[in-house]
């Protein structure tokens, strides 16, 4: 299992110790808050089990220990190697106090800051594709790892038949995410959810409606009752007549004077009006916004 640590292991040192002795003896009632090591005389790093403790004095100086040997209930830390991670043996008296810390050479290999090196003991397995991704940071860039569990994430997010939408970038999610095959989707066209009720929404992908407000042409037929009462007309007529009140016969043409001649009609005729509808071009387009969509068909 190699470096073993433990939160909050703590304690005092019961016997002075110089700069060359290789065991350590602390209070044997706090001696469990620290790892068992059994690594014994072995080199370090081990396969084994081993710690890292930090001995501290009252003026402040420090010195880093690996302990190789630990037994359990046992305040007595053997095969001690001084001096470690670059810092100088040095003697301590009684009360110095021996405590569990993490070291900055823990943390550099623990995030394999620059300057370190990972090491991989035993079988380890990598399966799938695993791609190389550089985003830029300002002026730095930073070289990231996407492995396969992720892009199988991101597949099991977009299955086929899914939709993708961006409001600002055209390029195709098969060179966004690496996988499928994409096609633009819907162009024109506003997404609906499906309706089983309504027979023009009851059908995943069915097409329908139109941009343009067109009125359905229509007539209108007005019907009026024609009513002729009857009409009249009068004449007056005027001819020569002899001193004794005759009337002298006329040959050949007649004077003839109207007097008047009167029509009263009152009648009514039949109209028939006709309306046909408009075309209101673009007036039934609800708000929208334009985007890119495609479809995953593979």
Known sequence: MAQQFKNNARALLVSSINSSVTSIVIESAKADLFPV???GTGSLPSASDWFKVTLQDSSGAVEIVAVRTRTAGSGVLSNVIRGYDGTTALAFVVGAVVGLRVTAVDVQAALALPGQNNVFTGTNDFTGATTAITQTYGNSSTALATTAFVQAALQALHPVGSIYINAGVSTNPATLFGFGTWAAFGAGRVLV??????????????????????????????????????????????????????????????????????VATGITVA????????????????????????????
Do not use: C
């Open 37 to 39: 090591a059994n690594v």
């Open 271 to 298: 109209t028939t009006n006709a309306s046909a509808g408009a075309s209101g071009t673009n007036a039934n387009l609800q708000p929208y916004i334009v985007v890119y969509m495609w479809k995953r068909t593979a």
């Open 193 to 262: 959810g499906l309706n089983g009720a309504d027979a023009a929404f009851d059908t995943a992908e069915e097409t329908g409606g139109s941009k343009d407000a067109i009125v359905v042409t229509h007539n209108h037929t007005a019907t009026s009752v024609v009513t002729d009462p009857g009409h009249n007309h009068g004449i007056g007529e005027t001819r020569p007549v002899d001193l004794n009140g005759g009337i002298y016969p006329v040959f050949g043409s007649t004077s003839r004077n109207v007097l008047s001649e009167t």
